[in-house]
């Protein structure tokens, strides 16, 4: 009897236990399946200006700036400036050793001279021959001189001519080449083409240089106006259509942090410039320069940001940029959703059989629309929406919304997870949203 007792009681004690543990867990089930409020942040659609900007990085360079190379090569015998020393128009920078040219100059005079004697022989010449046979035409006139006797003071005299027309190219060959030698001779010495600054120097004195007429030679240094600066910013393919001439600009340098500069717009690039093509990096960007209307302290090279104003409009309804999200259609489902109890199946998608391009046409069918969450009353409704321009806090909503409503402006993880057609929500205007949340 005792043994019966207590397996009887081994069972009631295992019969609680089952019972307690299937309360908790359908207390924890409904538990689960309670609507929990959302804590939200709203604010109202207001008509507002909004002026939409292009965002771009770039340096700042002078607008006039120019490479001094030479044209001649040589040592450099004289370098009277230093890097930052300001230069005028005509003031010397760079002399090179001249000895080499001064002679080809000396040369090329003496040939020069050479040739016009030259010249002046062959003239002497024509003239007597001109003479001796205007003299034998008039007797060869009056038959006082044979045919052949005449025909060779003819021949001379045809002859003198092109002897004095050789003679005059060969001195212009000379003259040329003495012009071409002073020229060079002239270039040993490099004046300043502007008024500016050495901004780059990149030889010393002593040095041997290498120049051509046909190409860059050794660039000894930069000189730059730095009372007339510009911001040249790289710009993606999709932005660069909304760029035109004399938009405004606000102009952010990484060494002048407490100060923004404006700006305006002035010349676009037709070309692209392409990076790292036909890599994953491959990048399609487009100069563009932007004046600078104040002064300061630029240096060339600076890192700049520039937000230049592409498109404005004023008096429209807008709300908070975070408040719009993205959301299936009502009554839509995501493509291979499973079905739901009492849903029926196809029983060609159950057999994993049928039109693969009619499923795939059926999986791409639903696309997501933008939205934004309109409160009524305790819930949120999620209404469809069209969006326009927008700024760096507010984006324009042409359709779906009107001034007055009141929108869910945070949080982002309620706005863009959470919140449902029909939700219910908590209000708390005074809580602030974390930092990610307003991106």
Same mark, same amino acid.
């Given at each position: 009897?005792?043994?019966?007792?207590?397996?009887?009681?081994?069972?009631?004690?295992?019969?609680?236990?089952?019972?307690?543990?299937?309360?908790?867990?359908? =207390?924890?089930?409904? #538990?689960?399946?309670?609507? *929990?409020?959302?804590?939200?942040?709203?604010?109202?659609?207001?008509?507002?200006?909004?002026?939409?900007?292009?965002?771009?990085?770039?340096?700042?360079?002078?607008?006039?700036? *120019?490479?001094?190379?030479?044209?001649?090569?040589?040592?450099?015998?004289?370098?009277? *400036?230093?890097?930052?020393? !300001?230069?005028?128009?005509?003031?010397?920078?760079?002399?090179?050793?001249?000895?080499?040219?001064?002679?080809?100059?000396?040369?090329?005079?003496?040939?020069?001279?050479?040739?016009?004697?030259?010249?002046?022989?062959?003239?002497?010449?024509?003239?007597?021959?001109?003479?001796? #046979?205007?003299?034998?035409?008039?007797?060869?006139?009056?038959?006082?001189?044979?045919?052949?006797?005449?025909?060779?003071?003819?021949?001379?005299?045809?002859?003198?001519?092109?002897?004095?027309?050789?003679?005059?190219?060969?001195?212009?060959?000379?003259?040329?080449?003495?012009?071409?030698?002073?020229?060079?001779?002239?270039?040993?010495?490099?004046?300043? !083409?502007?008024?500016?600054?050495?901004?780059?120097?990149?030889?010393?004195?002593? +040095?041997?240089?290498?120049?051509?007429?046909?190409?860059?030679?050794?660039?000894?240094?930069?000189?730059?106006?730095?009372?007339?600066?510009?911001?040249?910013?790289?710009?993606?393919?999709?932005?660069?259509?909304?760029?035109?001439?004399?938009?405004?600009?606000?102009?952010?340098? @990484?060494?002048?942090?407490?100060?923004?500069?404006?700006?305006?717009?002035?010349?676009?690039?037709?070309?692209?410039?392409?990076?790292?093509?036909?890599?994953?990096?491959?990048?399609?960007?487009?100069?563009?320069?932007?004046?600078?209307?104040?002064?300061?302290?630029?240096?060339?090279?600076?890192?700049?940001?520039?937000?230049? +104003?592409?498109?404005?409009?004023?008096?429209?309804?807008?709300?908070?940029? !975070?408040?719009?999200?993205?959301?299936?259609?009502?009554?839509?489902?995501?493509?291979?959703?499973? !079905?739901?109890?009492?849903?029926?199946?196809?029983?060609?998608?159950?057999?994993?059989?049928?039109?693969?391009?009619?499923?795939?046409?059926?999986?791409?069918?639903?696309?997501? *629309?933008?939205?934004?969450?309109?409160?009524?009353?305790?819930?949120?409704?999620?209404?469809?929406?069209?969006?326009?321009?927008?700024?760096? @806090? #507010?984006?324009?909503?042409?359709?779906?919304?009107?001034?007055?409503?009141?929108?869910?402006?945070?949080?982002?993880?309620?706005?863009?997870?959470?919140?449902?057609? =029909?939700?219910?929500?908590?209000? @708390?205007?005074?809580?602030?949203?974390?930092? +990610?949340?307003?991106?």
């Amino acid at each position: 009897m005792a043994k019966k007792s207590n397996r009887t009681r081994t069972i009631v004690v295992w019969t609680i236990i089952l019972l307690l543990l299937a309360g908790g867990g359908a =207390g924890a089930y409904m #538990y689960r399946k309670r609507d *929990v409020v959302i804590t939200v942040q709203t604010e109202k659609a207001l008509r507002r200006n909004i002026t939409e900007t292009v965002v771009a990085t770039g340096k700042i360079q002078p607008v006039l700036q *120019v490479v001094i190379n030479p044209e001649v090569s040589g040592e450099i015998t004289d370098l009277p *400036v230093h890097e930052g020393q !300001p230069v005028k128009k005509g003031d010397l920078l760079v002399k090179i050793k001249p000895d080499n040219y001064v002679a080809s100059r000396n040369s090329a005079e003496a040939g020069y001279k050479s040739a016009m004697a030259g010249r002046s022989q062959s003239k002497a010449q024509l003239e007597k021959a001109e003479k001796e #046979y205007n003299r034998n035409k008039e007797l060869m006139a009056n038959n006082l001189v044979s045919a052949s006797a005449f025909l060779d003071y003819e021949t001379a005299f045809e002859v003198a001519k092109l002897v004095y027309e050789t003679s005059t190219h060969q001195t212009d060959v000379a003259m040329a080449a003495l012009e071409r030698a002073n020229d060079d001779l002239s270039k040993t010495t490099i004046s300043s !083409p502007i008024n500016g600054v050495v901004t780059k120097l990149k030889s010393q004195k002593g +040095e041997r240089v290498v120049g051509t007429a046909m190409m860059a030679g050794t660039e000894i240094m930069t000189i730059a106006d730095l009372e007339a600066m510009e911001a040249r910013v790289d710009i993606g393919e999709i932005d660069i259509v909304l760029i035109a001439t004399n938009q405004n600009a606000k102009l952010e340098v @990484d060494s002048f942090q407490d100060k923004k500069f404006s700006g305006v717009v002035y010349e676009l690039s037709n070309a692209a410039n392409t990076t790292g093509a036909n890599t994953q990096q491959e990048a399609t960007k487009f100069q563009v320069k932007i004046a600078i209307k104040d002064k300061d302290n630029f240096r060339p090279g600076m890192s700049v940001t520039a937000y230049i +104003e592409t498109r404005s409009k004023s008096n429209v309804v807008s709300v908070p940029i !975070p408040s719009v999200t993205t959301r299936l259609p009502k009554g839509s489902q995501p493509a291979n959703k499973k !079905p739901g109890p009492g849903e029926k199946v196809d029983e060609n998608e159950k057999a994993g059989v049928g039109n693969i391009a009619n499923l795939k046409k059926k999986e791409t069918t639903v696309k997501p *629309v933008e939205v934004v969450f309109v409160m009524e009353g305790e819930t949120t409704k999620m209404v469809t929406v069209k969006r326009g321009i927008s700024d760096d @806090d #507010y984006v324009e909503i042409t359709e779906g919304i009107s001034e007055g409503m009141t929108v869910v402006s945070g949080g982002y993880k309620a706005i863009n997870k959470e919140l449902e057609d =029909g939700k219910k929500v908590k209000v @708390d205007n005074e809580k602030h949203a974390p930092k +990610e949340e307003k991106k």
